[in-house]
Protein backbone atom coordinates (compact mmCIF):
# COMPACT_ATOMS: atom_id res chain seq x y z
CA UNK A 1 0.00 0.00 0.00
CA UNK A 2 2.81 2.25 0.21
CA UNK A 3 5.01 1.70 -2.69
CA UNK A 4 1.86 0.90 -6.02
CA UNK A 5 -0.42 3.07 -7.36
CA UNK A 6 -2.67 2.64 -10.60
CA UNK A 7 -3.25 5.21 -13.10
CA UNK A 8 -6.18 5.62 -15.09
CA UNK A 9 -7.56 8.71 -17.28
CA UNK A 10 -11.31 8.38 -15.26
CA UNK A 11 -11.30 5.09 -16.82
CA UNK A 12 -11.03 2.44 -13.49
CA UNK A 13 -14.48 1.63 -13.22
CA UNK A 14 -15.59 1.87 -17.03
CA UNK A 15 -12.73 -0.56 -17.56
CA UNK A 16 -14.15 -3.07 -15.24
CA UNK A 17 -11.76 -2.87 -12.74
CA UNK A 18 -13.66 -1.51 -9.78
CA UNK A 19 -13.06 -4.50 -7.31
CA UNK A 20 -9.76 -2.26 -6.95
CA UNK A 21 -11.87 -0.12 -4.47
CA UNK A 22 -11.93 -2.54 -1.98
CA UNK A 23 -8.66 -2.45 -1.38
CA UNK A 24 -7.63 1.18 -1.94
CA UNK A 25 -9.90 4.41 -2.91
CA UNK A 26 -9.23 7.05 -5.19
CA UNK A 27 -6.77 9.80 -4.39
CA UNK A 28 -8.20 13.00 -3.30
CA UNK A 29 -6.66 15.75 -1.42
CA UNK A 30 -9.50 18.68 -2.13
CA UNK A 31 -13.11 19.35 -0.41
CA UNK A 32 -15.81 16.99 -0.90
CA UNK A 33 -19.40 17.79 -3.38
CA UNK A 34 -22.59 16.38 -2.81
CA UNK A 35 -22.26 14.50 -6.20
CA UNK A 36 -19.02 12.90 -4.62
CA UNK A 37 -21.55 9.78 -3.14
CA UNK A 38 -20.29 11.06 0.29
CA UNK A 39 -16.59 10.43 -1.05
CA UNK A 40 -17.43 6.84 -0.46
CA UNK A 41 -14.58 6.31 -2.97
CA UNK A 42 -12.23 9.37 -2.10
CA UNK A 43 -9.11 9.28 0.48
CA UNK A 44 -6.44 11.72 0.93
CA UNK A 45 -4.27 8.07 0.68
CA UNK A 46 -5.99 6.40 -1.86
CA UNK A 47 -3.98 4.22 -4.38
CA UNK A 48 -5.87 5.25 -7.14
CA UNK A 49 -4.76 8.15 -9.72
CA UNK A 50 -7.64 9.41 -12.18
CA UNK A 51 -7.81 12.33 -14.25
CA UNK A 52 -9.14 12.54 -17.81
CA UNK A 53 -5.60 13.56 -19.22
CA UNK A 54 -3.87 10.58 -20.60
CA UNK A 55 -0.62 11.98 -20.71
CA UNK A 56 -0.56 13.30 -16.92
CA UNK A 57 -0.79 10.25 -16.39
CA UNK A 58 1.32 8.31 -18.61
CA UNK A 59 3.92 10.95 -16.34
CA UNK A 60 3.13 10.61 -13.32
CA UNK A 61 3.62 6.77 -13.91
CA UNK A 62 7.01 7.30 -15.48
CA UNK A 63 8.03 9.33 -12.25
CA UNK A 64 6.66 7.43 -9.95
CA UNK A 65 8.94 3.95 -11.10
CA UNK A 66 11.72 6.25 -11.51
CA UNK A 67 11.78 6.57 -7.76
CA UNK A 68 11.90 3.32 -7.24
CA UNK A 69 8.32 2.35 -7.01
CA UNK A 70 5.59 0.24 -8.88
CA UNK A 71 2.65 1.02 -11.24
CA UNK A 72 -0.03 -0.22 -13.69
CA UNK A 73 -1.70 2.05 -16.24
CA UNK A 74 -5.28 0.96 -17.46
CA UNK A 75 -6.46 3.41 -20.77
CA UNK A 76 -8.59 2.76 -23.96
CA UNK A 77 -7.00 1.22 -26.49
CA UNK A 78 -8.73 4.01 -29.23
CA UNK A 79 -6.94 6.81 -27.12
CA UNK A 80 -3.53 4.90 -26.28
CA UNK A 81 -1.85 7.19 -29.07
CA UNK A 82 -1.96 10.19 -27.07
CA UNK A 83 0.78 8.92 -25.02
CA UNK A 84 2.89 7.45 -27.99
CA UNK A 85 5.57 9.61 -28.28
CA UNK A 86 5.75 9.65 -24.04
CA UNK A 87 6.29 6.02 -23.71
CA UNK A 88 8.93 5.90 -26.92
CA UNK A 89 11.12 8.69 -24.94
CA UNK A 90 10.53 6.26 -22.37
CA UNK A 91 11.64 3.26 -24.65
CA UNK A 92 14.53 5.27 -25.64
CA UNK A 93 15.78 6.17 -21.99
CA UNK A 94 15.24 2.33 -20.79
CA UNK A 95 17.34 0.63 -23.75
CA UNK A 96 20.57 2.99 -22.68
CA UNK A 97 20.29 2.40 -19.03
CA UNK A 98 20.04 -1.30 -19.93
CA UNK A 99 22.53 -1.39 -22.64
CA UNK A 100 25.03 1.41 -21.57
CA UNK A 101 24.61 2.74 -18.08
CA UNK A 102 25.11 -0.49 -15.79
CA UNK A 103 25.81 1.11 -12.62
CA UNK A 104 22.23 2.49 -12.74
CA UNK A 105 19.63 0.43 -10.63
CA UNK A 106 17.32 -1.60 -12.06
CA UNK A 107 13.27 0.38 -12.17
CA UNK A 108 10.28 -1.76 -11.85
CA UNK A 109 8.66 -2.09 -15.46
CA UNK A 110 5.94 0.64 -17.19
CA UNK A 111 3.20 -1.91 -17.44
CA UNK A 112 0.37 -1.10 -19.68
CA UNK A 113 -2.97 -2.01 -19.77
CA UNK A 114 -5.22 -1.67 -23.05
CA UNK A 115 -8.47 -2.50 -22.47
CA UNK A 116 -12.37 -1.34 -23.74
CA UNK A 117 -10.33 -3.00 -27.43
CA UNK A 118 -11.27 -2.53 -31.15
CA UNK A 119 -13.40 -5.30 -31.38
CA UNK A 120 -15.89 -4.58 -27.96
CA UNK A 121 -16.95 -0.79 -29.34
CA UNK A 122 -20.63 -1.79 -29.77
CA UNK A 123 -21.81 1.64 -27.75
CA UNK A 124 -18.78 3.77 -29.01
CA UNK A 125 -18.26 3.10 -32.55
CA UNK A 126 -15.32 4.23 -34.87
CA UNK A 127 -13.75 7.05 -32.77
CA UNK A 128 -12.79 4.35 -30.58
CA UNK A 129 -11.32 1.71 -32.93
CA UNK A 130 -7.48 1.84 -33.28
CA UNK A 131 -5.24 -1.42 -32.30
CA UNK A 132 -2.37 0.72 -33.58
CA UNK A 133 -0.25 1.26 -30.32
CA UNK A 134 1.37 -2.17 -30.18
CA UNK A 135 2.74 -1.22 -34.07
CA UNK A 136 4.36 1.60 -32.21
CA UNK A 137 6.05 -0.45 -29.35
CA UNK A 138 7.09 -2.88 -31.86
CA UNK A 139 9.81 -0.26 -33.39
CA UNK A 140 10.97 0.16 -30.10
CA UNK A 141 14.66 -1.65 -28.63
CA UNK A 142 13.97 -5.78 -28.45
CA UNK A 143 16.11 -5.46 -25.02
CA UNK A 144 13.50 -3.16 -23.54
CA UNK A 145 9.59 -4.07 -25.27
CA UNK A 146 7.18 -6.86 -24.65
CA UNK A 147 3.61 -7.52 -25.85
CA UNK A 148 1.07 -9.77 -24.86
CA UNK A 149 -2.49 -10.65 -26.05
CA UNK A 150 -3.67 -13.16 -23.57
CA UNK A 151 -6.77 -15.05 -24.98
CA UNK A 152 -8.67 -15.61 -21.84
CA UNK A 153 -8.82 -14.54 -18.02
CA UNK A 154 -7.05 -16.75 -16.71
CA UNK A 155 -3.66 -16.06 -18.87
CA UNK A 156 -4.40 -12.08 -18.46
CA UNK A 157 -4.03 -13.40 -15.03
CA UNK A 158 -0.76 -15.04 -15.40
CA UNK A 159 0.58 -12.31 -17.94
CA UNK A 160 -0.14 -10.02 -15.51
CA UNK A 161 1.81 -11.79 -12.32
CA UNK A 162 4.61 -11.79 -14.92
CA UNK A 163 4.40 -8.26 -16.24
CA UNK A 164 4.29 -6.66 -12.33
CA UNK A 165 6.98 -8.57 -11.54
CA UNK A 166 9.39 -7.70 -14.46
CA UNK A 167 12.21 -4.85 -14.21
CA UNK A 168 13.66 -2.46 -16.61
CA UNK A 169 11.05 -3.02 -19.80
CA UNK A 170 7.44 -1.59 -21.29
CA UNK A 171 5.14 -4.23 -21.00
CA UNK A 172 1.88 -3.80 -22.88
CA UNK A 173 -1.07 -5.79 -22.59
CA UNK A 174 -3.87 -5.96 -24.41
CA UNK A 175 -6.86 -7.50 -22.92
CA UNK A 176 -11.02 -6.50 -23.57
CA UNK A 177 -13.08 -5.86 -20.55
CA UNK A 178 -16.03 -7.28 -21.57
CA UNK A 179 -16.40 -10.73 -20.41
CA UNK A 180 -15.11 -13.62 -22.43
CA UNK A 181 -14.86 -17.68 -22.59
CA UNK A 182 -12.14 -19.46 -20.76
CA UNK A 183 -10.36 -21.61 -22.41
CA UNK A 184 -7.63 -22.53 -20.42
CA UNK A 185 -7.68 -24.07 -16.75
CA UNK A 186 -5.57 -21.91 -14.59
CA UNK A 187 -2.07 -24.64 -14.66
CA UNK A 188 -2.97 -24.95 -18.42
CA UNK A 189 -2.63 -20.87 -18.50
CA UNK A 190 0.35 -20.43 -17.01
CA UNK A 191 2.30 -23.14 -18.85
CA UNK A 192 0.56 -21.53 -22.32
CA UNK A 193 2.06 -17.92 -20.75
CA UNK A 194 5.32 -18.77 -20.41
CA UNK A 195 5.96 -20.61 -23.59
CA UNK A 196 4.24 -17.69 -25.12
CA UNK A 197 2.99 -19.62 -28.45
CA UNK A 198 1.74 -23.18 -28.54
CA UNK A 199 -0.37 -26.06 -30.06
CA UNK A 200 -4.11 -26.57 -28.37
CA UNK A 201 -4.47 -29.96 -28.51
CA UNK A 202 -8.49 -29.60 -27.65
CA UNK A 203 -9.02 -27.55 -30.45
CA UNK A 204 -6.87 -29.61 -33.18
CA UNK A 205 -7.70 -32.63 -34.92
CA UNK A 206 -3.81 -33.46 -36.95
CA UNK A 207 -2.46 -35.20 -33.85
CA UNK A 208 -0.20 -38.32 -35.46
CA UNK A 209 0.37 -36.50 -38.82
CA UNK A 210 0.79 -33.00 -40.98
CA UNK A 211 -1.90 -30.77 -40.58
CA UNK A 212 -3.84 -29.45 -43.77
CA UNK A 213 -4.30 -26.27 -42.79
CA UNK A 214 -2.72 -24.07 -39.50
CA UNK A 215 -5.81 -21.73 -37.86
CA UNK A 216 -3.36 -19.26 -35.73
CA UNK A 217 -5.04 -16.75 -33.05
CA UNK A 218 -3.20 -13.59 -30.80
CA UNK A 219 -6.03 -11.70 -28.99
CA UNK A 220 -9.31 -12.71 -27.00
CA UNK A 221 -11.60 -11.76 -29.80
CA UNK A 222 -9.70 -13.12 -32.78
CA UNK A 223 -9.40 -16.39 -30.69
CA UNK A 224 -12.86 -17.05 -29.99
CA UNK A 225 -13.85 -16.02 -33.83
CA UNK A 226 -10.99 -18.52 -34.90
CA UNK A 227 -12.28 -21.61 -32.80
CA UNK A 228 -15.46 -20.89 -33.88
CA UNK A 229 -14.30 -21.50 -37.64
CA UNK A 230 -12.23 -24.07 -36.69
CA UNK A 231 -15.19 -26.15 -35.42
CA UNK A 232 -17.49 -24.99 -38.52
CA UNK A 233 -14.88 -26.65 -40.48
CA UNK A 234 -14.56 -29.81 -38.32
CA UNK A 235 -18.29 -30.05 -38.83
CA UNK A 236 -18.59 -30.00 -42.36
CA UNK A 237 -15.14 -31.22 -43.26
CA UNK A 238 -14.81 -34.16 -40.70
CA UNK A 239 -11.65 -35.70 -42.63
CA UNK A 240 -10.05 -31.97 -42.75
CA UNK A 241 -6.71 -31.85 -40.40
CA UNK A 242 -6.30 -29.10 -38.51
CA UNK A 243 -3.83 -27.84 -36.27
CA UNK A 244 -4.48 -24.61 -34.09
CA UNK A 245 -1.78 -22.43 -32.62
CA UNK A 246 -2.51 -19.33 -30.10
CA UNK A 247 0.01 -16.75 -29.42
CA UNK A 248 -0.13 -15.07 -26.10
CA UNK A 249 3.92 -13.53 -26.92
CA UNK A 250 3.59 -11.25 -30.11
CA UNK A 251 7.10 -11.05 -30.09
CA UNK A 252 7.72 -14.64 -30.72
CA UNK A 253 6.91 -14.53 -34.02
CA UNK A 254 10.14 -12.47 -34.51
CA UNK A 255 13.36 -14.31 -35.42
CA UNK A 256 15.57 -15.88 -32.36
CA UNK A 257 18.31 -13.40 -33.52
CA UNK A 258 15.94 -10.33 -33.50
CA UNK A 259 14.36 -10.28 -30.42
CA UNK A 260 15.09 -12.64 -27.16
CA UNK A 261 11.21 -14.00 -27.13
CA UNK A 262 11.68 -14.65 -30.36
CA UNK A 263 11.22 -18.53 -31.72
CA UNK A 264 14.51 -20.07 -33.64
CA UNK A 265 13.70 -21.43 -36.82
CA UNK A 266 13.04 -24.71 -36.79
CA UNK A 267 10.66 -24.32 -33.64
CA UNK A 268 8.82 -21.88 -36.11
CA UNK A 269 8.28 -24.64 -38.57
CA UNK A 270 7.58 -27.16 -36.28
CA UNK A 271 4.24 -24.70 -35.22
CA UNK A 272 3.28 -23.65 -38.48
CA UNK A 273 4.97 -26.05 -40.96
CA UNK A 274 6.82 -25.35 -44.00
CA UNK A 275 4.80 -25.27 -47.11
CA UNK A 276 0.55 -25.66 -45.25
CA UNK A 277 -1.45 -22.77 -45.75
CA UNK A 278 -1.90 -20.30 -42.14
CA UNK A 279 -4.44 -18.51 -41.60
CA UNK A 280 -3.88 -15.78 -38.88
CA UNK A 281 -6.75 -14.10 -37.13
CA UNK A 282 -4.99 -11.04 -35.50
CA UNK A 283 -6.21 -8.26 -32.71
CA UNK A 284 -4.56 -5.46 -34.68
CA UNK A 285 -3.73 -4.49 -38.14
CA UNK A 286 -3.22 -7.47 -40.17
CA UNK A 287 0.53 -5.86 -41.73
CA UNK A 288 2.01 -6.18 -38.13
CA UNK A 289 2.05 -9.57 -38.08
CA UNK A 290 3.69 -9.77 -41.67
CA UNK A 291 6.14 -7.42 -40.68
CA UNK A 292 7.36 -9.37 -37.83
CA UNK A 293 7.28 -12.70 -39.79
CA UNK A 294 8.39 -11.52 -43.22
CA UNK A 295 11.71 -13.51 -43.04
CA UNK A 296 9.99 -17.01 -41.95
CA UNK A 297 10.21 -19.67 -44.15
CA UNK A 298 6.62 -20.31 -44.91
CA UNK A 299 5.57 -16.72 -44.89
CA UNK A 300 3.83 -17.21 -48.43
CA UNK A 301 1.33 -19.55 -47.43
CA UNK A 302 0.73 -16.79 -44.52
CA UNK A 303 -2.84 -15.16 -44.77
CA UNK A 304 -3.49 -12.51 -42.16
CA UNK A 305 -6.80 -11.13 -41.00
CA UNK A 306 -6.92 -8.27 -38.75
CA UNK A 307 -8.58 -4.82 -38.40
CA UNK A 308 -9.10 -2.93 -41.75
CA UNK A 309 -10.27 0.46 -40.60
CA UNK A 310 -13.68 -0.50 -41.47
CA UNK A 311 -16.34 -0.24 -38.73
CA UNK A 312 -18.98 1.78 -36.67
CA UNK A 313 -21.54 0.99 -33.82
CA UNK A 314 -21.49 -2.82 -34.84
CA UNK A 315 -22.18 -5.41 -32.77
CA UNK A 316 -18.70 -7.79 -32.10
CA UNK A 317 -19.83 -10.16 -35.01
CA UNK A 318 -21.14 -7.48 -37.00
CA UNK A 319 -17.76 -5.83 -37.06
CA UNK A 320 -15.54 -8.85 -37.10
CA UNK A 321 -17.57 -9.71 -40.42
CA UNK A 322 -16.45 -5.88 -41.60
CA UNK A 323 -13.29 -6.89 -40.78
CA UNK A 324 -13.52 -10.19 -41.95
CA UNK A 325 -12.43 -11.68 -38.32
CA UNK A 326 -15.38 -13.26 -38.24
CA UNK A 327 -15.82 -17.34 -38.74
CA UNK A 328 -17.73 -17.38 -41.96
CA UNK A 329 -14.85 -15.39 -43.94
CA UNK A 330 -12.28 -16.86 -41.91
CA UNK A 331 -14.05 -20.50 -42.89
CA UNK A 332 -14.15 -19.09 -46.77
CA UNK A 333 -10.35 -18.66 -46.72
CA UNK A 334 -9.48 -22.03 -45.31
CA UNK A 335 -11.47 -23.58 -48.67
CA UNK A 336 -9.79 -21.05 -50.55
CA UNK A 337 -6.61 -21.87 -49.59
CA UNK A 338 -6.48 -25.80 -48.65
CA UNK A 339 -5.99 -27.66 -52.32
CA UNK A 340 -9.23 -29.82 -53.02
CA UNK A 341 -11.33 -28.00 -51.16
CA UNK A 342 -12.00 -25.41 -53.62
CA UNK A 343 -14.02 -27.72 -55.34
CA UNK A 344 -15.27 -30.17 -52.88
CA UNK A 345 -16.26 -27.31 -50.60
CA UNK A 346 -18.11 -25.07 -52.64
CA UNK A 347 -21.48 -25.84 -51.34
CA UNK A 348 -20.60 -25.33 -47.84
CA UNK A 349 -18.81 -22.24 -48.88
CA UNK A 350 -21.62 -20.54 -50.66
CA UNK A 351 -23.27 -21.84 -47.36
CA UNK A 352 -21.10 -19.19 -45.59
CA UNK A 353 -21.11 -16.47 -47.39
CA UNK A 354 -25.27 -16.97 -47.12
CA UNK A 355 -24.62 -16.96 -42.98
CA UNK A 356 -22.63 -13.73 -43.24
CA UNK A 357 -25.66 -11.88 -45.34
CA UNK A 358 -27.76 -13.60 -42.71
CA UNK A 359 -26.21 -12.47 -40.16
CA UNK A 360 -25.46 -8.77 -41.04
CA UNK A 361 -29.62 -8.45 -41.67
CA UNK A 362 -29.87 -9.57 -38.11
CA UNK A 363 -27.99 -7.04 -36.85
CA UNK A 364 -29.39 -4.23 -38.62
CA UNK A 365 -32.75 -5.27 -37.66
CA UNK A 366 -31.99 -6.09 -33.86
CA UNK A 367 -28.79 -4.42 -33.15
CA UNK A 368 -27.50 -7.42 -31.39
CA UNK A 369 -26.13 -10.86 -32.28
CA UNK A 370 -28.23 -13.86 -32.34
CA UNK A 371 -27.90 -15.99 -29.32
CA UNK A 372 -26.21 -18.85 -31.28
CA UNK A 373 -23.15 -16.16 -31.63
CA UNK A 374 -23.84 -14.64 -28.37
CA UNK A 375 -23.79 -18.03 -26.34
CA UNK A 376 -21.43 -19.34 -28.76
CA UNK A 377 -19.24 -22.31 -26.87
CA UNK A 378 -16.92 -24.98 -28.19
CA UNK A 379 -18.94 -27.69 -29.50
CA UNK A 380 -16.19 -30.87 -29.12
Not at 143 to 154: E, F, G, K, Q, S
Not at 207 to 236: I, W, Y
Request: proline share 5%; hydrophobic share 40%; net charge negative.
Amino acid sequence: MGNFRVFGPDETASNRLTLIYEASRKTWLEEYLPRDADGTDLSPDGRVMEMLSEHTLEGWMEGYVLTGRHALLNTYEGFAHIIDSMVNQHAKWLEKCVSEVRWRAAISSLNILISSTVWRQDHNGFTHQDPGFIDVVTNKSAAVTRIYLPPDANCLLSVADHCLRSINYINVIIADKQPHLQFLAMEDAVRHCAKGIGMWEWASNDQGGEPDVVMASAGDVATTESLAATALLRQKFPNLKIRFVNVVDLFRLVPQNEHPHGLSDRDFDSIFTTGKPIIFNFHGYPWLVHKLTYRRTNHDNLHVRGYKERGSINTPLGLAIENQTDRFNLAVDVIDRVPGLQATGAHVKEWLKDEILRHQEYEYENGIDPPEIRDWTWPF
